[in-house]
């Protein structure tokens, strides 16, 4: 069976050998990855299957699955490698099944409400309170561009 490989492969592999008795791969200088390429899959799946999961909880579910133990920050270094970002969500999440059942309980309780007993209540947007998150805005992973 031929290859085909250039000259200059021959001699570099000739060259390596007689320096170092071997023909593979030298140490490279620099910080090992942290991660393999099976657990940035899994980050990027997991991202994308629940785009509303933060870093921390990334790194938790990574670390519960697979044994590996990362950084917050590697988890987002990989998910920007794989051109994906924290951003706004385009629009606010569905009702969960739970708010659907209670809502028209709700309503029919409060129903025959007078006046003056509405006018005890402080209406607020209940998205604007948000005690797990500094800024109060969830993000959710998106590629650029996306909605």
């Not at 592999?13 to 071997?22: A, K, P, W």
């Not at 940035?40 to 921390?56: D, S, Y």
């Not at 607020?124 to 998106?142: D, I, P, Y």
Request: proline share 3%; charged share 30%; hydrophobic share 30%.
């Amino acid at each position: 069976m031929l290859f085909t490989v250039s000259q200059s492969v021959i001699r570099r592999l000739q060259q390596r050998y007689r320096e170092t008795g071997r023909v593979t791969e030298r140490h490279r200088s620099g910080c090992p990855l942290a991660t393999f390429h099976t657990d940035e899959r899994f980050i990027v799946n997991g991202a994308l299957r629940n785009r509303m999961m933060n870093a921390t909880q990334l790194q938790a579910h990574l670390r519960e699955v697979r044994g590996t133990h990362v950084s917050r920050q590697t988890i987002r270094k990989r998910l920007h490698q794989r051109g994906l970002r924290a951003r706004r969500p385009a629009r606010v999440p569905d009702h969960t099944t739970r708010h659907k059942r209670h809502h028209p309980a709700w309503t029919r309780e409060h129903l025959s409400w007078t006046r003056d007993q509405w006018a005890s209540v402080l209406f607020s947007h209940e998205s604007r309170f948000m005690l797990s998150r500094k800024n109060g805005r969830q993000r959710c992973w998106r590629c650029q561009g996306e909605r």
